[in-house]
């Protein structure tokens, strides 16, 4: 038999279409991608999915009362994506440097890669899952970024959304220079700081009009 895995062995193709085996192929794919990313996260956060030391505590997540098991070295932003499976909180540097996972605690922006979780119940603890209205309508922010198609690849854009959320509740009126100062704990890749600003002032403005 070769031994070169890209060449398909004829009894393998047999009563099996071209295009079935593609599909096939992609299938498995995104399986080994994703089991790869959670094992990477697990071991790269020194944090296990599930085990020993667990401790069933309630958190008020999104105006819900969410029950789950952490452990007591375990983030806030762990729980969420991967507890929860809120996963528009993104985890980028994972060391309070980007702000990709910023959420409102209580209404002030965190960043929950560095917050552990038991210590947060008790607060009001926002994700962008929850800024929209019940019937699908958009928080005014998030409708400045639609307005002004203010990210690239948005890997940041729920980071930067919350805080500008949490700023505008502090300063619903910033200038342009205050809402960046406002923004500073949020890093973007893309390095598209400009149409950024010019979505969250839209959102700024978007709220005042609300
Ligand atoms: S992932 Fe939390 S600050 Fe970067
Ligand atoms: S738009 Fe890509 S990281 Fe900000």
């Keep these: 038999m070769d031994d070169n895995p890209a060449v398909i062995p004829d009894q393998v193709m047999k009563g099996v279409t071209r295009r079935n085996f593609i599909k096939g192929v992609i299938a498995g794919g995104t399986v080994a991608s994703s089991a790869t990313y959670l094992f990477r996260a697990s071991s790269l956060l020194g944090q296990q ?3 020993l030391g667990e401790r069933l505590i309630t958190l008020n997540v999104n105006r819900q009362q969410r029950r789950g098991e952490v452990m007591k070295q375990e983030t806030l932003a762990w729980t969420l994506r991967y507890k929860l499976g809120l996963t528009g909180t993104k985890l980028g ?7 990709a996972c910023t959420v409102l605690l209580d209404d002030v922006p965190h960043y929950s890669c560095s917050i552990l979780t038991h210590t947060v119940r008790g607060k009001k603890i926002l994700t962008i899952e929850g800024l929209a209205n019940p019937d699908g309508t958009l928080h005014p922010v998030q409708q400045g970024v639609i307005d002004e198609q203010g990210f690239q690849c948005a890997f940041c854009m729920s980071g930067f959304i919350m805080s500008a959320v949490g700023f505008l509740k502090t300063n619903p009126n910033p200038t342009r220079l205050q809402m960046a100062h406002g923004l500073s704990g949020n890093l973007c890749r893309c390095q598209d700081y400009d149409k950024i600003l010019t979505a969250m002032m839209r959102g700024a403005e978007n709220m005042r009009k609300a």
């Excluded at 540097?93 to 702000?99: F, K, M, V, W």
């Design 49 to 51: 999915p599930s085990g």
């Design 93 to 99: 540097c994972d060391r309070a440097e980007c702000g």
